[in-house]
């Protein structure tokens, strides 16, 4: 168990819907990272926070878009969903920008688009 | 931004043997490679790290070797185990203080074979 939890762990929607996947760090971590995995392809980076601030931005579409709250746990918000953004999301977190570059994964929130 | 291929997408070894996985990356600048196991139905975890400033990491069955000058970095298992069997991901970094976003590769499915 690394320590982060994400839920939904699956979720079905229609095509042009919304969703909100979410993201409890490890206790203690300041970090949060949003990652996608679609079917054959690896970990593509879609976003950081940390301590509540966007710090860096991979290839997030402009129909997502994420934040991190006071206590730390993460949100990624999905809108206007097509049938390619069925993918397993997996949110990381880390304790803070230094140290170690170890990120703890959750067990990922399958989407699937219909 | 940081480009990271890597090969065999699949590989598959007899139980005992050892199973090498080969990674590229395009930024010179990248000083953190890291390898992650992802077993089915979980996140991934980190296994083995190396940083640009040593060209070889062992931790028992796993090591790692980084050819700075040829950007490329290698995963080695020796006396592969059935549990062995995952998928793994390369990763590449530059670990700045702020910015500790992670590049993946598309994956290698290992199969160990009993």
């Known amino acids: 168990d690394s320590g982060v939890t994400q839920t939904p762990k699956h979720l079905i929607t229609a095509t042009g819907q919304r969703v909100t996947l979410r993201c409890s760090p490890r206790?203690?971590?300041?970090?949060v990272y949003w990652y996608q995995q679609s079917l054959d392809q690896g970990l593509q980076f879609l976003i950081q926070?940390?301590?509540?601030?966007?710090?860096a931005k991979g290839n997030i579409l402009e129909r997502f878009s994420a934040q991190q709250f006071p206590d730390l746990h993460s949100e990624l918000n999905l809108s206007s969903l097509e049938l390619g953004d069925s993918a397993l999301y997996f949110c990381?977190?880390?304790?803070?920008?230094?140290?170690?570059?170890?990120?703890?994964f959750g067990e990922g929130s399958r989407l699937t688009v219909l | 931004g940081e480009n990271v291929e890597q090969h065999p997408s699949t590989l598959s070894v007899q139980e005992g043997d050892s199973a090498v996985i080969k990674c590229t990356y395009s930024?010179?600048?990248?000083?953190?490679f890291p390898w992650y196991k992802q077993e089915l139905g979980k996140g991934p975890q980190l296994i083995i790290d190396?940083?640009?400033?040593?060209g070889e990491k062992k931790d028992q069955r796993i090591a790692v070797t980084l050819n700075k000058t040829a950007k490329h970095f290698s995963l080695h298992i020796t006396e592969t185990q059935p549990e062995d069997s995952a998928v793994y991901f390369c990763?590449?970094?530059?670990?700045?203080?702020?910015?500790?976003?992670?590049?993946f590769g598309a994956g290698t499915t290992v199969t160990v074979r009993a």
């Open positions: 190396i940083r640009s400033n040593v």
């Open positions: 990763a590449a970094s530059l670990s700045r203080s702020n910015d500790y976003k992670l590049s």
């Open positions: 926070y940390y301590n509540g601030e966007e710090r």
């Open positions: 930024d010179s600048a990248s000083n953190y």
């Open positions: 206790s203690g971590d300041l970090s």
């Open positions: 990381a977190s880390r304790w803070g920008d230094r140290g170690t570059g170890e990120l703890f």
